[in-house]
Every structure is written in C-alpha cells, then in structure tokens.
Nanobody, 120 residues
Framework: QVQLAESGGESVQAGGSLRLSCAAS?????MAWFRRPPGKEREWVAS???????NYENSVTGRFTISKDGAKPTLYLQMNDLKPEDTAVYYC?????????????????WGPGTQVTVSS
C-alpha cells in the first residue's frame, strides 16, 4: 500500500505561483496529479514515469511542471501563472505498472487532496 499526502495548497491571486508537494511512502512506476474543480468531475493534470517520461494536460502545458525526488520520496507540481480556472482540490495518485494513464480509476492509491484557490 502506497501512502500519499499532499501539501502546499493556498489561496493566491491570478498570475501567482504555488508548489504542491506529495510525500509518498515510496515512488511507483507512474505518479500523477489530478484535480477536481468546484462542481466538476476530477481531471488529470500531469503524470511522470519512473523513467522521467512526462505528460501534461493541454491547459497547464507551459505553466505547470511535474517533478519527483526519489530520495525523499516526494512528487511535486510547480504551478506558475495561475488562473481562476485552476481553482480545485489537487490530488496526487500512484500506479504500480504501465501505462502511465490519464484515467483516474486506473490509479489505486490517492492522497486526501489539498485546496488551491486562485482569485482574479
């Protein structure tokens, strides 16, 4: 069982930056960030494999950066140029094997989430 715990969520102004962290009991083949905007379905944000292959959802490409530190072990999401539509509860998720998918139900391990609020 992989245990995950997110931190770093805050309320910020549009254009600001935040770095989310996800402390893990261990890093798996695929680590990902998802988010659930208010009143909407959960959506995939970004993922990274153990080999460092990275993918981003189109709306965050160029603004968000996913990274990991195997020594800690911790997953990060650097978020720049934040927009009000980025407001959501952000979750990290872990999946043992391939593929490193954007489909939420494929991930058996989830953190409790951290709230990010971006005001205009």
């Amino acid at each position: 069982q992989v245990q995950l715990a997110e931190s770093g969520g805050e309320s910020v102004q549009a254009g600001g930056s935040l770095r989310l962290s996800c402390a893990a009991s261990g890093l798996t083949y695929c680590m990902a960030w998802f988010r659930r905007p208010p009143g909407k379905e959960r959506e995939w944000v970004a993922s990274i494999t153990s080999a460092g292959i990275i993918n981003y959802e189109n709306s965050v490409t160029g603004r968000f950066t996913i990274s990991k530190d195997g020594a800690k072990p911790t997953l990060y999401l650097q978020m720049n140029d934040l927009k009000p539509e980025d407001t959501a509860v952000y979750y990290c998720a872990a999946r043992m094997g391939a593929p490193c998918t954007s489909v939420g139900p494929a991930y058996p391990h989830w953190g409790p989430g951290t709230q990010v609020t971006v005001s205009s």
